[in-house]
Each structure stands twice: as structure tokens, then as C-alpha cells.
């Protein structure tokens, strides 16, 4: 029976991504590492296993590139070659290759063979190995021989329990030249002695080539211990015939199609037919978890529980008739419905952990990010991570990583000062760039802070009265002044780096924290440094919600936004001319939104101070939608809307209810924008209009 491999193939990828990121974190502190060996043991066996596996599933280019690296790292840690600041930069490149075939194989594209030449090129001239073309020439000598080696593999009988499979290793060694392969079945029993998951043949190989012993061995480490194990070395004449199999004592049978079927595989895979990479449209995005045993185990157990309630209330209706409810079954009824609502409740949080994963995922790309810019800068820094374990929803994190990226960025190229200016104003030369992340009620905290010269309110304040953003006699708060900096296109940057100063990007992290559900402060003080402070909901699929009615309708606002409910007061109610409304909340006009007449429903309420305003948190201020009606707060589970109907402006989502209702979720900047292109005016732009009104 053959089994396809392919399906494993997702998880050789996954395996192989951890691999590349304990690679490059490891290589990033090798240099001060004070126990070196340990550290380049951990990268030689991840670019072990990488290569291993992607020779069994016939990824050979991978394999062949990963042998390189490997070879680098082999003498490393056999202590022939020191450890200097080239090698590593150069072995971090080679890990950006790595990933990039990786991902192009994935994808089925093609793969970048100029880059992947090139720096396998400068690995092989730091080996002092010759160039590949050259190596083939030289395969025979003058004398018309050719060398090579003689292998004998001789399984112990455990050996296929532990999971390894000779054709595999049999591939790998035929991607390194021509092979023959002969098998001795002498030891093999009769059909009613043969235990299916024992070891009882053994093989010998013939593999020509300039190859180094070293090279033949490696393929063998994954049967140290396994097996015995003899490799020779040899030179045979060359000869046209077809048959260069070794005779064997006894009556060892042959099987030349299958080593003939090894050498096609491997052939096959070195030239990388054109077809065989042809582009084609990626498939949808394959995502996966890993989850501890011990969520499992809190998972089951809950069903468990589910499973015995669920049991208890079938045998009690089942027994019951419509005279049998006496208050004593009633009770029980009640009691039973009781446990059946806290299983659930124990339930749903039991599932939402095994979404939830260490921030740690999103924060482990940072210290590379850190190297290559101090490269690149001539600034030295150090990044210092605290709270990696705090967890955080997988969507959630997905969505944060850009946005953690550019504040990153930002931290480094506008805060953290060059080592000179940092020495003329008293600070040690070498900045910090701190990154924390914490619970802090039900939300997550993240903190990205440094030491830099902190940020320039004067000439933030002078670039947004340049472009009409404030006037000169505005007065602003510090929380005001910092807020523009968030606006589309604002720049303070004196010059534009392949980093940061087009005024590009801090626009988009805002908008993409406020889609998460979140918000992003910043506090400063000039000469001591900046925090950027994001605060996000743990997870995306469960909502805390305040439930609305407008008229026949309910709707539900997410409790995060939500800053005041108020009954309204006549006398703070001002129009405008334009048909709008602002509503004098303390010391600040709010622009007014009418539910009803951006969802186009019928309302219970028209005049203001019968219904109720919600004062919510928009991306540009404070708006308060009126709504006929608060009911009560509860935690809601959102359903797609573009997934199961189809995008609805002003609406995020949905939910049912317990009656079994509907309920849409709203999104509060969609409402405003809906507003506004129904009122055809910005409901912002009303607020300006403040002093008038007064």
C-alpha cells in the first residue's frame, strides 16, 4: 500500500518556519553568547532537521542549500572555524534564502534561483570549496576513475519502530550522486515468524562521486544507535556497462529498478523542471494551533460535564408528564438548567484558550529587526522584551504584527538618538527600546517604549499649523498635540529613510488598532524618551456588549466604546443651520447621531429628550447616538457578516440572542461615516461650529 506524503507536508512547513525562527534568534545572540557551543548545537539541529525533511518529501534544492549552511555550522561547533561577525551576518542571509524557498515551494512558485545562487555562492568561498561546475569536472581523474563509496546498512530490527525509513535516507544519498542499491534478504523469515513492525533485510550501496565521507555520514545520524553501519572508500574504473553492482555472498537479490527509480527522484529534483514550478493560484491560507495538552485536558473534562447535564434533564423530561411538575421537580429542573448554563459558561471559555497564544509569537521578530537596522544606522540599541507569556487571541495577534513593526521602526529611527548625541547629553551610548505586554482588566496592554530624545511638541505643533491642521491660537493638550501625529501624511522627519519620515503608516496603525477594538496613547517627555500604549480586546470572537432598541430593532455597541449613557437635557440641545445637531456635554459640543435615520428603521422616539443618548469613542472624538432604549449588558458571540450575508455599512457583525433573534453589532465608525454621507456632511465638522452656537 503507498501512502501519499503530501498531506504531511503542512506539517514539514510548520516545523521547518520554527526551525528558521530558532535559527535566526539563536545566530542574533551567538556572538555574545558565553556558551557558544550550546547555541551553534541548537541552530546545526534545526538546519538538521530542516534538511532531513525536506529530502524526504523530495524538496531537494532546500536540502542541497541547507547542506551548506550545515557543513558552516559542523565546523563551528567542532571548533575548526571561530565564530566571527561575518559568518553570522552571512548565515542570518542564508536564513532569509532558507525562508524564502520555503515559502516559494509552499506556494508552489517559482524560486528565486539568482539570490539562492549567489549566496550559496559566498557560503561555499567562505568553506574554500570549489564552485559546483568545477566539482563535476573533476568527478573523474586522469587516470579515466572515478571515486566513490561503499555503504553498508545494516538495520536492527527496532529500527522502523522508531519511525525512520531507509528509501529516505536512500533518496538523501542519491541527491548527492549516481547510486546503485542492493538488497540481502537472507535474514528474512518465513510469512507465519514475521513480525510486521521488525527490521530483517539489509542493503548495500554503491555511490559514486567526489563526495566527503562527512557529506555520506550525515545522512546516517538520525540511525546512530540503530544500526550498523559500514562506509568505505573506493575508486573503480569506469565502464560502459550497465550493471556496477558489487556481487554479495550468498543469494542476495538485486533490485536494480528500484535504485534506478532513487537516482530518477533525485535527478529529477535537481534539475527543477520548469513545469514542475509553474505558478499557480495559491490555495486559501492554511492556519493551525498548537495547543498543550493540559487545554485538551480542561476541554474534555468540560464536555464531560456538558455530556452528564445534558443526560440528567433528557431522563428527567422523559419521565415527566404534564401533572408530574410538583415544586420538588421544579427545583430539580431549575437546578439542572443551572448546571447546564455554568458547564456552558466553563465551556466556551475552556475553547476561547486554546485560541489564546503568547504574545511572544509576534514579539520574537523584533531582535532581528533591531540587528539589521543598528546595521544599517551605525546606532546601537538594545531591545529588552518583557511579558512574552502574556496571551493574546491568534486573529488578534495576526493583526497586530504591522502595526508593532512600524512603532518598532518609528522607536528607532525618531527616538533613539546616534551614539554620539547620546554621550554629549549624558546617556550611555547604546539606547533601549523596551517592548511589555500585560492584562489589565479584560484587555491586553502592550507598551512600546525608549530612552530617545522623546518628542518635539513645539515642532509638531508648528508642522500641524503649516498644514492647516490647528491654528496659532489654538490652545492643545499634550494628549491633542500627540493625536496629530496620527493624522494621514504628518511627518515631522527632517529627511525620508528607507525607514520612516514619508508620514505614511502611523495613520494606518491607528486605523488598524481601532479596528481590533483598541486605542493607541502616547505620552513623551523631551529628552527622556516616548511609550506608545495600545490596548486591546483579548479576543475577537466574544464581545462585552451594551443591547439597544431602536424601535422594533435591537442592536448591540460594543461596551468598549461606549464612554456615558445620558438622558438629554432640552437645554443643551443646539441646530445648526444645516439641519444637524450638537449636544453641550460639560465643557464640549458632541455631534448628534440619529440611529434611526442612518439604519433607515422606524423609531418609537423622534424628539431627543424622551429617548437616550449613548456617548461613544470615535476615531476623530466623542459621538452620541440616540436610541430609543437600553436593555441590558451581555457577553455576545459574533457571527460574520460578509460571511454569512453579505457587508453591511455601519455594521461589524452579528449575534443571536437567546430568544433566537437577530441582533446587529454596530461599528461605530462605520455609523458615523453612514451619517455622514447621508447628512452629506462630516458630523466632526459640527462640532467646529461650537462657538457660534454659544
Known amino acids: 500500500m503507498s501512502i501519499d506524503i503530501s498531506q504531511f507536508h503542512e506539517v514539514f512547513f510548520e516545523e521547518s518556519f520554527e526551525g528558521l525562527e530558532i535559527m535566526e534568534n539563536s545566530l542574533l545572540g551567538l556572538s555574545e553568547s558565553d556558551d557558544a557551543l550550546d547555541v551553534i548545537n541548537n541552530i546545526f539541529r534545526a538546519a538538521h532537521s530542516i534538511k532531513g525533511g525536506s529530502a524526504t518529501f523530495g524538496f531537494m534544492e532546500i536540502s542541497k542549500f541547507t547542506h551548506v549552511m550545515e557543513t558552516l555550522l559542523d565546523e563551528m561547533r567542532n571548533n575548526e572555524r571561530p565564530v566571527t561577525v561575518d559568518a553570522v551576518e552571512l548565515l542570518l542571509e542564508a536564513t532569509d534564502v532558507l525562508s524564502g524557498m520555503l515559502t516559494q515551494v509552499q506556494d508552489d512558485e517559482e524560486l528565486d534561483s539568482e539570490r539562492i545562487k549567489n549566496v550559496q555562492g559566498q557560503l561555499e568561498t567562505m568553506l574554500g570549496v570549489a564552485p559546483e561546475a568545477d566539482v563535476v569536472e573533476t568527478v573523474a581523474n586522469e587516470d579515466g576513475a572515478e571515486s566513490g563509496w561503499t555503504i553498508k546498512f545494516i538495520p536492527l530490527p527496532h529500527l522502523l519502530s522508531t519511525g525512520n525509513d531507509p528509501v529516505r535516507m536512500f533518496r538523501e544519498l542519491a541527491a548527492l550522486g549516481d547510486m546503485t542499491v542492493s538488497v540481502n534478504i537472507e535474514a528474512l523469515p518465513q510469512l507465519a515468524e514475521l513480525e510486521p513492525e521488525e527490521c530483517f533485510i539489509s542493503w548495500s550501496l554503491e555511490l559514486n562521486g567526489d563526495i566527503e565521507e562527512q557529506q555520506v555520514a ?37 533490485k536494480p529498478a528500484e535504485a534506478e527509480q532513487l537516482k530518477d527522484v533525485a535527478k529529477q529534483d535537481r534539475r527543477e523542471k520548469p513545469e514542475r514550478r509553474s505558478k499557480k493560484p495559491k490555495a486559501a491560507e492554511a492556519s493551525s494551533i498548537r ?91 538594545e531591545l529588552v522584551i518583557s511579558g512574552e507569556q502574556t496571551e493574546l487571541d491568534k486573529t488578534v495577534m495576526e493583526k497586530i504584527n504591522d502595526p508593532l513593526v512600524h512603532l518598532v521602526r518609528n522607536s528607532m529611527d525618531h527616538g533613539v538618538e546616534t551614539p554620539e548625541v547620546r554621550l554629549a547629553s549624558g546617556k550611555p551610548e547604546t539606547g533601549t527600546v523596551m517592548l511589555d505586554a500585560y492584562h489589565k482588566g479584560g484587555s491586553i496592554v502592550i507598551e512600546i517604549k525608549d530612552d530617545g530624545a522623546g518628542i518635539n511638541k513645539d515642532r509638531i505643533l508648528s508642522k500641524g499649523i503649516e498644514k492647516g491642521l490647528v491654528s496659532e491660537s489654538d490652545v492643545l493638550t499634550d494628549e491633542q498635540v500627540f493625536d496629530l501625529l496620527f493624522l494621514p501624511g504628518f511627518s515631522t522627519a527632517k529627511e525620508v529613510t528607507d525607514v520612516s519620515g514619508r508620514g505614511v ?190
Open 291 to 381: 495547543v498543550g495538552i493540559d487545554k485538551i485536558d480542561i476541554l474534555i473534562n468540560m464536555v464531560g460535564e456538558l455530556v452528564i447535564t445534558q443526560s440528567m434533564l433528557s431522563q428527567m423530561g422523559e419521565s415527566a408528564d404534564e401533572n408530574s411538575f410538583d415544586a420538588e421537580r421544579i427545583e430539580k429542573l431549575q437546578d439542572g438548567l443551572s448546571q447546564l448554563e455554568r458547564n456552558t459558561r466553563e465551556l466556551q471559555e475552556a475553547v476561547m484558550q486554546i485560541r489564546m497564544l503568547p504574545i511572544s509569537f509576534a514579539f520574537n521578530r523584533f531582535p532581528r529587526v533591531v540587528h539589521d537596522y543598528c546595521r544599517k544606522s551605525g546606532k546601537k540599541i
Open 505 to 694: 503608516g502611523m495613520d494606518v496603525v491607528r486605523r488598524n488598532i481601532k479596528s481590533l477594538g483598541g486605542n493607541i496613547e502616547v505620552t513623551s517627555t523631551e529628552g527622556k524618551g516616548s511609550t506608545f500604549t495600545i490596548r486591546l480586546p483579548l479576543t475577537l470572537a466574544i464581545l462585552d456588549g451594551q443591547l439597544i432598541r431602536v424601535g422594533n430593532e435591537m442592536y448591540i455597541i460594543p461596551l468598549t466604546a461606549i464612554v456615558e449613557s445620558i438622558q438629554i437635557n432640552e437645554d443643551r440641545i443646539n441646530g445648526i443651520a444645516s439641519g444637524s445637531e450638537l449636544y453641550k456635554l460639560r465643557n464640549e459640543y458632541i455631534p448628534v447621531v440619529r440611529m434611526h435615520e442612518s439604519f433607515g428603521v422606524e423609531a418609537e422616539f423622534h424628539e431627543l429628550t424622551k429617548g437616550l443618548l449613548v456617548v461613544v469613542e470615535g476615531d476623530e472624538g466623542k459621538v452620541g447616538i440616540f436610541v430609543d432604549r437600553l436593555l441590558g449588558q451581555q457577553q455576545v458571540v459574533i457571527k460574520s457578516l460578509e460571511t454569512n450575508f453579505k457587508g453591511v455599512p455601519g455594521v461589524s457583525g452579528a449575534t443571536i440572542l437567546g430568544d433566537g433573534t437577530v441582533a446587529l453589532i454596530v461599528d461605530i465608525a462605520g455609523l458615523v461615516s453612514l451619517a455622514q454621507s447621508k447628512a452629506l456632511k462630516n458630523p466632526y465638522d459640527i462640532a467646529e461650529q461650537s462657538d457660534a452656537v454659544a
Open 218 to 254: 550525515e545522512v546516517f545520524d538520525w540511525v546512530d544507535g540503530d544500526c550498523e553501519l559500514v562506509i568505505q572508500k573506493r575508486i573503480n574504473e569506469i565502464d560502459d556497462s550497465e550493471d556496477k553492482n558489487p556481487e554479495m555472498s550468498g543469494d542476495n537479490a538485486e
